[in-house]
């Protein structure tokens, strides 16, 4: 009998995907379920389903951060989402397969056929991480996505500083107070931040030029919102007076 983990926020559609799921055949059991992505994750650290079905669009913790905290990446994950199909192009083609909410019983079918005959080496959440990777590059509400410490970190331009240059080294400071250290120069550090958001102010420095509290005109410097102060280089000046 095959072994499902529900995750989802609403309780409605957890439920309805579980009696579903229990109902439809015998040869598969809902093990557990859950609308808290932090205890779902602590139960998977110790335990390997068969298949887990996880909601995309969560509010506390959405399911590109959840495919990036799972420790054990040992099972096939069945998206289930309120998107539209094409949006999701990329990620059924990596993942095991995707739900479309509201779930049709013949989608569920063929998913659970998939399930029955899926193979560790052919689908894999490492896998799907690549597929969240290209949809977010392609999303109307593109995030920062971060590689560091074998780990993926996706940030929304609000949450970053400024980032600063150390040789071969750049680091992200964040408005919580964290620093994230990039084995990247920042130039392209540059690259990976949005134009429209962030300015090389300094050979030494990128800003977030939503986060500009005061330019000290004299001085050459920029006072964030946070306090700190980022020097202005003579060559940038006009280029950045001309943002403003």
């Known amino acids: 009998m095959l072994q499902a983990v529900i995750v989802d926020d609403e309780i409605k559609a957890l439920q309805?995907?579980?009696?579903?799921?229990?109902?439809?055949?015998?040869?598969?059991?809902?093990?557990?379920?859950?609308?808290?992505?932090?205890?779902?994750?602590?139960?998977?650290?110790?335990?390997?389903?068969?298949?887990?079905f996880l909601d995309i669009e969560m509010p506390t913790m959405d399911g590109f951060q959840f495919i990036k905290k799972l420790t054990n990446k040992n099972f096939p994950v069945v998206i289930t989402t309120a998107y539209n199909q094409y949006a999701l192009k990329a990620i059924?083609?990596?993942?095991?397969?995707?739900?479309?909410?509201?779930?049709?019983?013949?989608d569920?079918?063929?998913?659970?056929?998939?399930?029955?005959?899926?193979?560790s080496k052919n689908f894999s959440v490492e896998k799907l991480e690549m597929a969240l990777l290209n949809y977010n590059s392609r999303s109307v509400h593109?995030?920062?996505?971060?590689?560091?410490?074998?780990?993926?970190?996706?940030?929304?331009?609000?949450?970053?500083?400024y980032a600063e240059s150390d040789g071969n080294y750049s680091t992200?400071?964040?408005?919580?107070?964290?620093?994230?250290?990039?084995?990247?120069?920042?130039?392209?550090?540059?690259d990976l931040l949005p134009s429209d958001s962030f300015f090389r102010i300094h050979n030494s420095y990128i800003i977030n030029l939503n986060k500009i509290k005061e330019?000290?005109?004299?001085?050459?410097?920029?006072?964030?919102?946070?306090?700190?102060k980022i020097p202005v280089s003579r060559q940038k000046k006009s280029d950045f007076l001309d943002l403003l």
């Open 16 to 52: 309805s995907l579980t009696w579903e799921l229990t109902n439809f055949s015998d040869e598969i059991n809902v093990i557990a379920s859950f609308t808290n992505p932090n205890e779902a994750l602590s139960y998977l650290d110790k335990n390997t389903p068969d298949c887990l």
């Open 92 to 106: 059924k083609s990596q993942a095991l397969d995707y739900l479309l909410k509201p779930i049709d019983t013949d």
């Open 108 to 119: 569920l079918e063929e998913t659970i056929v998939k399930i029955k005959k899926f193979n």
């Open 142 to 161: 593109k995030r920062i996505t971060l590689n560091t410490d074998g780990k993926l970190l996706f940030l929304e331009s609000d949450e970053i500083l």
């Open 172 to 190: 992200i400071f964040l408005t919580d107070g964290q620093k994230i250290v990039l084995t990247k120069k920042l130039k392209e550090v540059n």
């Open 215 to 228: 330019f000290l005109k004299t001085d050459g410097y920029v006072v964030l919102k946070s306090n700190h």
